[in-house]
């Protein structure tokens, strides 16, 4: 992983508890594989498990050569797409991920955006800051805000859009789903209606975005989708700037039509010119819904959890196979 990415997730803690687990040094944190250093050389050589997270190089055929005993990755992070390659799978690479604890800040982002964006709380801050303490009548003007019996659709039975169902049951709201691997028999255990794109998004007046970035999932949410949404629904995305049609859904932006909480962009750093920064319609993030600060020591023990069941031989609890990549994060 990144040197930096080391730095944020492991504490003096977690580094003493890999000393207890492994036979490892904690400090040493390489980046390059390919073409590594000495000491790397020489850890690699003899690596039963190798502990990575962002920024993680991709453990090619090469990599694997010089890794002869490796038969083990746990990625302190979420999508292992990034660094695993086909060679992997073909020696037969157990492979563990931390997905699941980085739901969770994802998770809790968009359920505050959903309670807050129903709340039409940005737009008071607005107004209120506009009126200086002005007397105004603030019923008047939110008289369609609030999180009673509203309707949220969720776009994706993943890891994250489960958590967000989860999270949503104790409030008010009605849920709606659109994933098309989800039968009426799991959604019913969900506790949600399954419906198709077009009727969630014509009958929601929140839709947010947990589907993965597949070729298949790029702009979903596409002018039509947009179009169906009704007039001062919000769009919340936490997933990837590319399963929504950028140019579409500034346009609906722009009439002030829709309200969106936007955590990811394509690209995904815009542009200084770009109207997203200051339209008031927009909450617009820099990719924090995913963990943060603290947060990331729970990658840390998510991470030395599993190294732990390696080493007593119990299986992965967050383990990854190949087949599920094809319609996973």
């Known amino acids: 992983m990144a040197p930096a990415t080391a730095e944020r997730l492991f504490s003096d803690r977690h580094r003493a508890r890999l ?17 590594p250093a000495p000491a790397v050389a020489a850890a690699l050589a003899r690596a039963e498990i190798l502990l990575t997270g962002w920024g993680a190089p991709p453990l090619t055929s090469r990599v694997l050569a010089a890794a002869p005993r490796l038969r083990a990755v746990v990625h302190a992070a979420g999508s292992v797409k990034h660094h695993l390659t086909d ?15 980085n739901a969770l800040p994802v998770a809790e982002y968009t359920l505050a955006a959903i309670l807050l964006a129903n709340k039409r ?13 002005r007397p105004h009548d603030w019923h008047a ?6 999180n009673y019996r509203r309707t949220v659709g969720v776009i994706g039975a993943s890891r994250i859009g489960r958590r967000v169902i989860a999270l949503l049951r104790p409030f008010d709201l009605r849920v709606l789903l659109y994933d098309p691997y989800v039968d009426p028999a799991e959604a019913g255990r969900l506790r949600v209606r399954p419906v198709g794109l ?7 007046d929140i839709v947010t975005v947990h589907a993965p970035q597949l070729p298949a999932t790029r702009h979903l949410l596409g002018a039509r989708e947009l179009a169906l949404m009704p007039d001062g629904a919000t769009l919340v995305n936490t997933a990837r700037g590319s399963l929504v049609d950028g140019t579409a859904l500034l346009a609906e932006l722009r009439t002030g039509r829709l309200h969106a909480v936007l955590d990811v ?6 542009p200084p010119c770009s109207l997203l920064y200051d339209l008031p319609n927009v909450l617009l993030t820099p990719h924090i819904a995913g963990s943060m600060g603290g947060e990331l020591h729970r990658l840390a023990d998510a991470a030395l959890d599993e190294v732990e069941r390696y ?6 609890a967050g383990s990854v196979r190949a087949a599920d990549l094809g319609h996973s994060a």
């Not at 687990?21 to 390489?30: E, G, Q, S």
């Not at 080493?311 to 992965?316: A, I, T």
């Open 19 to 35: 000393r207890s687990l492994t036979h490892t040094d904690p400090r040493l944190v390489a980046d390059e594989l390919a073409d």
């Open 87 to 101: 060679a992997c799978w073909e020696r037969g690479i157990a492979v563990a991920s931390a997905a699941d604890a």
């Open 121 to 133: 709380v940005l737009h008071a801050a607005h107004r209120y800051r506009e009126l200086r303490g």
């Open 141 to 146: 003007e939110l008289a369609r805000a609030g």
């Open 198 to 204: 077009g009727e969630l998004c014509a009958g929601s």
């Open 265 to 270: 962009t394509e690209p995904e750093l815009p």
């Open 311 to 316: 080493v007593r031989g119990v299986p992965f």
